[in-house]
């Protein structure tokens, strides 16, 4: 990582207000160059804390573009962080508008061009599409990473129509503690206590509208730019990695956007800026491949970032099964069109005779972490034995040129069930000759979706059908001698949440199923794909302090032999203790837990408890956020539970819990 202090600009920062129509006022950091002349702005705009929880990236990056001749702006969303109002649900109505507004106020700023871009990852990057999508003039471009275009089928609540318990719940979890944290008044000023307060009391745990709509309805078609993408204004930058659960959404956005404003990256990464370093590297040059983006869009220049082609990705070369990889072999090929005439589908008949799968209810304890952001336990093991739980195809790779795939993988499999609900996972794995093997990618259909997922039809008991559905994007290189294995299972804990009755499984005859894969040839666009070294501003100096604590394991599975239980324990590894040059001391620390029984898929159970300190001695300010979450089920629904306490010294100022059933519906 190259650390830069030179720049083409000085640069200064300014802590300001931004009036809303409705008297709120959002909390904003802006740095900016010295300089006479008026620049673009460059706007990143999210729910998370700019004066500490983002505060050390945010130093990586918008300084730097500051030092390159734009106003780099940082925004904290209504009712988080220091920003006025009341927190509302995900990319809500009044968010984008909010954002639109942030958008038109930056453009009148005298030190402003009028034109203003947009960026971010995760939720930067799903409100920055959302808001190109409302089209306000003065939003010429955006950067999205690690967003999505579809908030019900390719987002943290629902996968193939089935419920993500893994992340529904983990998420859920961490917004009810997010939105329950303090504004600081360092910052916010004396009318702190009276801003948390008010807060606290609009709180609603956002699994409750989560689990309210079970199918893809209007509340999910909402903020989804898949929905129309003629609306998207600006021009886009789409930008994942195929470690990250939105990498989809790059190969829909440079299939259905102009190819005149659009252009689509994926790299080896984890749900992380690719500038970052975290593993799974190569790390490149973000920062100035983004510039790059502003200056012709922001600036006019005729740089050649259009000439670039339509998809750059990489492909990983075959790599033994590993929770962490600091770096991942392979090459950089490009695409100038998607579909791209350099892929081809080609499709594998599976074989053998009809087979009965009932997958225990703990198969899946080996699927890694839905988010991987580069910690140590992240990605899949081995996958012997998923595989083991699994009905197993395979198709040897001949001597010769490795088989390369780019794109989706999809699978038709011939089903008969006697139940009326259930699930199918597809695992599509790479097994090396001393049988280790290799997750590349998977894919999953609840099958009372399999006619839409704005609908749950349940299976005729005892009828056979086809069913047809995608697993997600990647690029992979099969060696010859290898084998790919394609792995069909009827359970997958704790990342979809089983249904009663769906232990039965069901069989399937490989008669009339098949594997496709997209299967790529090099081509010409594929040579002088490069990138620059990342570089990033000088970092924020946060301490991190030792702690006399032993850390705990990220990911530990017990079993419980004689009952037949499996828990998964998982510490995400958020933040930790830090303390800010400002004299912050923040400490956060959180646990999940997922629990079944192998033979019950009602016995199906999460839990999420938070922790958070926030500490100035120098003011004698002392607040903590204590959070439960926890989701179980019946045959009829889920049953949810949540508690926020909060307390600003030992005083508890604020203690909450509910409790609620949602009929299961789908899902």
Known sequence: MIIRTDFPYATTREDVRIPLSDGVELYARIWRPVTDEPVPALLEYLPYRLTDWTAPRDWQRHPWYAGHGYASVRVDVRGHGCSGGDPGDEYDARELADGVAVVEWLAARPWCTGAVGMFGISWGGFNSLQIAAL????LKAVVTVCSTDDRYDNDVHYMGGSVLAVDMHAWASTMLAFASRPPDPLYAGEGWREQWLARLEAVE??????????TRDDYWRHGSVCEDYSAVGAAVLAVGGWHDPYRDTVLRLVEHLPAGRVRGLIGPWSHQYPDRGLPPGPAIGFLQETLRWWDHWLRGEDNGVMDEPLLRSWISESHPP?????RLEGRWVGDTAWPSPSVVPVSYGLQGPPVAVASPQHTGLDAGRFFPFGNDADLPPDQREEDAKSACFEFPVAPGEPVEILGRPSV??????????????ARLCDVA?????????????????????DRAVPWPVGATEDVTFELNGIGHAFPPGHRIRLAVSSAYWPWIWPRAGSEAGWTLDPAG??????LRTPGPADRGIVFEAPEQSEPLRVVYPDTLEEPRPERVV??????????????????GTRVYPDGLEFSEDAVEVYEIDSR????????????????RPDLGWDTRVETRSEIRCDEGGFLTSNEVVCREGDEVVFHRTWERRLPRAAG
């Open 135 to 138: 089209a306000p003039e003065a």
């Open 205 to 214: 745990p956002l699994i409750h509208t989560w689990l309210g709509h079970q």
């Open 322 to 326: 590993a929770t962490v990889y600091d």
């Open 412 to 425: 038709t499999l011939r089903l008969r069930m006697d139940v009326p609900y259930g699930q199918v996972i």
């Open 433 to 453: 000759p001393d049988g280790s093997s290799t997750l590349v990618t998977r894919g999953v259909l609840n099958l009372s979706a399999r006619r839409g997922r």
């Open 513 to 518: 199923s098949t594997l496709e894969l997209p």
């Open 558 to 575: 017990v079993r419980d032999v004689a009952a037949g239980t499996w828990r998964l324990e998982v510490d995400p590894r958020y933040g």
């Open 600 to 615: 019950d898929p009602l016995s199906a159970r999460t839990r999420s408890d938070w922790r958070i300190r926030l500490h």
